[in-house]
Antibody
Framework: VQVLESGGGLVQPGESLRLSCSASGFTFSSHAMSWVRQAPGKGLEWVSAISTTGATTYYTDSVKGRFTISRDNSKNTLYLQMNSLRAEDTALYYC???????????????WGQGTLVTVSS | DIQMTQSPSSVSASVGDRVTITCRASQSITSRLAWYQQKPGKAPKLLIYDASNLQSGVPSRFSGSGSGTDFTLTISSLQPEDFATYYCQQAKSFPLTFGGGTKVEIK
């Protein structure tokens, strides 16, 4: 079971970025997925989750209206479209798979290595 | 939102010590709690889910207990590879929330 994030980088405030997470070793379409971030030197913060089919999504308040989570089950890939980026969005973004089949949210394992997003002028 | 409070924020311990970390939820989360271990520069690793279930491959010296609002993670005999930061996380309701972390340091 493996997930691999990509797409991070340095952007200016107000700009956009799309993160990707490529999954392998499990039936991607059967698992809900999440994004969790960690600001430099700080703790973990759950950002967003998506159901197995993509029909249902959840967001933390600070990213609602700016971030969009989606998935392509035919490509075993999870996405996070991030618009109107702010300095406080600077973090290592992890893709995380719930260990259970179905629309279950919360028991994350494994995690990817993360992709770093830096928002700075 | 459900707030998760961990204590202590850091603990110094020796190899072989028993270490207990506490996590308190701001409202009942029944048993919907996970514990993660994170080593510097590495991704978190799931240790315990549903408050007391050991994730596959995790050593049996790790155990979790509690329900409702009060939970504990216990390391029965601390090993050199256990020095890390530990986080609790509730999965009762969205937004999913994490505790602030407990750093276990070498004494």
């Amino acid at each position: 079971v493996q997930v691999l994030e990509s797409g991070g980088g340095l952007v200016q405030p107000g700009e956009s970025l799309r993160l990707s997470c490529s999954a392998s070793g499990f039936t991607f379409s059967s698992h809900a997925m999440s994004w969790v971030r960690q600001a430099p030197g700080k703790g973990l913060e759950w950002v967003s989750a998506i159901s197995t089919t993509g029909a249902t999504t959840y967001y933390t308040d600070s990213v609602k209206g700016r971030f969009t989570i989606s998935r392509d089950n035919s490509k075993n890939t999870l996405y996070l479209q991030m618009n109107s980026l702010r300095a406080e969005d600077t973090a290592l973004y992890y893709c995380a798979n719930d260990i259970r089949d179905g629309n279950n949210y919360g028991w994350f394992d494994p995690w990817g290595q993360g992709t770093l997003v830096t928002v700075s002028s | 939102d459900i707030q998760m409070t961990q204590s202590p924020s850091s603990v110094s311990a020796s190899v072989g010590d028993r270490v207990t970390i506490t996590c308190r939820a701001s409202q009942s989360i029944t048993s919907r709690l996970a514990w993660y271990q994170q080593k510097p520069g590495k991704a978190p690793k799931l240790l315990i889910y549903d408050a007391s279930n050991l994730q596959s491959g995790v050593p049996s010296r790790f155990s979790g207990s509690g329900s409702g609002t009060d939970f504990t993670l216990t390391i029965s005999s601390l090993q050199p590879e256990d020095f890390a930061t530990y986080y609790c996380q509730q999965a009762k309701s969205f937004p999913l929330t994490f505790g602030g972390g407990t750093k276990v340091e070498i004494k």
